[in-house]
């Protein structure tokens, strides 16, 4: 596995979870629930902050498969991302980490209402764990690299 912290992101449209690993990418845990107004800019200072080998972000993916108004705005927030940061940003397909972070928190004792903050980064958490530990089994990075005007090759 390649040697670096990492950054994973899952897009919300109202909030976007934000979660870390260590550079062994042993553990991911959370860092910030943005408000997605600000999410961008707010990731390009993390970035510069912590040094990522790469950012991570979720791809919602339907269940049969397809692609879904969600999976377009996730794949256009990392393209934007891509346009501002020097590292490679890849999307990884993040089918349930959402629901799997909500049954998570419920699990916890966790009302929804008291879990709508922490949901976005719990699904970080999820979506970057399941990132590394995949690297870690199968030798290659999941998903794919987004390529954007040569800021990250």
Same mark, same amino acid.
């Given at each position: 596995?390649? !040697?670096? &912290?990492? @950054?994973?992101?899952? *897009?919300?449209? %109202?909030?976007?979870?934000?979660?870390?690993?260590?550079?062994? /990418? #042993?553990?991911?845990?959370?860092?910030?629930?943005?408000? !997605?107004? &600000?999410? @961008?800019?707010?990731? *390009?200072?993390? %970035?510069?902050?912590?040094?990522?080998?790469?950012?991570?972000? /979720? #791809?919602?993916?339907?269940?049969?498969?397809?692609?879904?108004?969600?999976?377009?705005?996730?794949?256009?927030?990392?393209?934007?991302?891509?346009?501002?940061?020097?590292?490679?940003?890849?999307?990884?397909?993040?089918?349930?980490?959402?629901?799997?972070?909500?049954?998570?928190?419920?699990?916890?004792?966790?009302?929804?209402?008291?879990?709508?903050?922490?949901?976005?980064?719990?699904?970080?958490?999820?979506?970057?764990?399941?990132?590394?530990?995949?690297?870690?089994?199968?030798?290659?990075?999941?998903?794919?690299?987004?390529?954007?005007?040569?800021?990250?090759?």
């Amino acid at each position: 596995m390649r !040697r670096g &912290v990492r @950054l994973g992101v899952d *897009v919300g449209k %109202a909030r976007v979870g934000v979660a870390s690993c260590d550079p062994d /990418g #042993l553990l991911a845990t959370p860092v910030a629930t943005l408000p !997605r107004a &600000v999410a @961008l800019e707010s990731l *390009v200072q993390l %970035a510069e902050e912590r040094a990522p080998l790469e950012i991570v972000v /979720g #791809l919602p993916i339907a269940l049969s498969g397809g692609h879904t108004a969600s999976t377009e705005d996730a794949e256009q927030f990392a393209r934007d991302l891509t346009e501002l940061v020097t590292v490679p940003v890849r999307l990884v397909d993040e089918r349930l980490s959402t629901v799997q972070a909500a049954a998570g928190l419920r699990a916890a004792g966790r009302s929804s209402k008291n879990q709508r903050h922490v949901i976005d980064q719990a699904a970080a958490v999820i979506l970057l764990q399941h990132a590394v530990d995949s690297e870690k089994a199968r030798g290659v990075p999941p998903g794919e690299i987004l390529v954007l005007k040569g800021n990250n090759a």
